[in-house]
């Protein structure tokens, strides 16, 4: 099947910068998109920021210009650079990966097991 590791979390102080990244490998026909999402301690799951095949991006409005995805289709890798960090950004990050199997088994989603990012001074 897919597997989906991250790595390059840690702790930094408020302002500071951490740069994520994550790899997909396995069985895959085609990558459709990758994504981070976050979850803070007693909190849903949400989406940080998503990049698609060809490049379109999508953020969340609490780290749009602070947060930038940027992905490497050859290598099924998908990073997350970011800035001006804040202590409310401290949560585990999943890295998740949407892909086509094969032509006929398509839009699988397969999930990391996170990596933990704490803003604290």
């Known amino acids: 099947q897919v597997q989906v590791v991250e790595s390059g979390g840690g702790l930094v102080q408020p302002g500071g910068s951490l740069r994520l990244s994550c790899v997909a490998s396995?069985?895959?026909?085609?990558?459709?998109?990758m994504g981070w999402y976050r979850q803070a301690p007693g909190k849903e799951r949400d989406l940080v920021a998503v990049i698609t095949s060809d490049g379109s991006t999508n953020y969340a409005d609490s780290v749009k210009g602070r947060f930038t995805i940027s992905g490497d289709n050859a290598k099924n890798m998908v990073y997350l650079q970011m800035n001006s960090l804040k202590p409310e950004d401290t949560a585990v990050y999943y890295c998740?990966?949407?892909?086509?199997?094969?032509?006929?088994?398509?839009?699988?989603?397969?999930w990391g097991s996170g990596t933990q990012v704490t803003v604290s001074s």
């Open positions: 396995g069985s895959i026909f085609r990558m459709n998109h």
């Open positions: 998740n990966a949407n892909v086509d199997l094969n032509s006929y088994n398509r839009n699988y989603s397969y």
